[in-house]
């Protein structure tokens, strides 16, 4: 299989020799690099992408779902080109932020609105401002969760090993990881344990409220609710990290849910594939945001492209009927995995939330990140592969998922499904 994607990848890997003496791995950030050496992409248009060598994909990595609007979408074209005319950044507020502020507070309940650019910028200030107003400083996260890449929340990501804390990056101080704590996703009382043994010292639970850096790990019945109770009992903040979920049903986890975290964090999808992230929550938790109170800044913070493409998407695109036009494409996709594994009668599960699903090696779905390690990875990989070879992008990583958008087809759907029959053989005769 390796061998078949060297032999179609020969300019990506020219490019890859000699970006990596320039970025290290050959590129820009770490999950874009994978073994031997990462495709060089060129560009997209709807549900497609193109490489370097001229190979198209059916694209359903979008992004790190990003892009349900799709690649190049002409809306988002239209209304940017336009925006551009009048500058990319004018420094003061610019008069169109607070349009885009009352759209997201009606449609996801929240208050007040604060605009960054990344996600990892959203809960970076999410913790500051949960430590501000509870004044204590544990937090509490869930193993396999991912929350951006600053320093307080890098800790068991990833861990390929079965240890309780595991930092996932060199350089940060044990200083800062003593006030992460970290909890078994969908198990409360992993949570309850941490929350009885420190109940004074702990600001928030923060979580990704159906879980989408281990596979798709959705909460199960209860679950959520009893955080929601615990965060009652000991005065704890519950920020929902909705930079993935956020964007993947109409009003986010916590329209899907109906709950109302204290503070939630959006990005990706929301704007339409360009770098904007909400910070939102209740008033009293908000108003804290202010000089000689909680820090809140960025040059590059709700600029007018990143307004525009965020207005554009959530008022013209990304609107209930194309939550519909997704719902059912993901559906689609989830019944031909279905079908394929009694087909072939292979050990393969699926889980799916909207318009993203994922597909695991294994005879049980996995409820945490532990057992998605127990998974069979090594076939994962040759599925992926294999699937690369035949033209699809079917998801970034064993821990990711896949994503459609307003743009793909229903051929596109029958495609994938149609690759991924061959792709799911290979991996089960591996
Ligand atoms: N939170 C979640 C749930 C994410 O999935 C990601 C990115 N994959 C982030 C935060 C970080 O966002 P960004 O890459 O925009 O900093």
Known sequence: ILSEYVSKTQKSKIIFEEAIKYLPLGVSSNYRFFDPYPIY????????????????YID??????????????PKIINEVTKALQDSSILGFE?????????????RYNVDMVRFSSTGTEATMHAIRIARAYTKRKKIIKFEG????SHDQLLININPMVQKDRVPSSLGI???????????EWNNLESVEKLV????NDICCVIMEPVAMNMGLIPPEKDFLKGIFDLS?????????????????MYSGALGYYNVKPDIILMAKSIAGGFPLSVIAGKREIMELIGPNKVAHGGTFNANPISVIASYVTLTQILTENAFYYMETLSDRLERGYRDIADDLDVDLKVTRWGPSGMIYFSKEVPRNYKELLKTDIPRWFTYFYSMLNSGILPMAGFNEQWTVSVMHTKEEIQKHIEKAYDAVKKAKEE
């Open 173 to 183: 101080p044990e200083e800062t990881l003593s006030n992460t704590l970290v909890a």
């Open 196 to 199: 009885k043994s420190q109940s």
């Open 145 to 148: 969760h991912y929350h951006g």
């Open 232 to 248: 009652k009992e000991y005065n704890f903040l519950v920020i929902f990290d909705e930079v993935k979920t956020g964007g993947k």
């Open 94 to 106: 610019y008069y169109k932020t607070v349009e885009l502020a009352k759209i997201i507070s009606k």
């Open 60 to 73: 359903f990595i979008l992004g790190f779902g990003a892009l349900e609007v799709g690649h190049a979408n």
């Open 41 to 56: 992409l060129v560009k997209g248009n709807g549900g497609r992408v193109w490489d370097v060598d001229g190979n198209e």
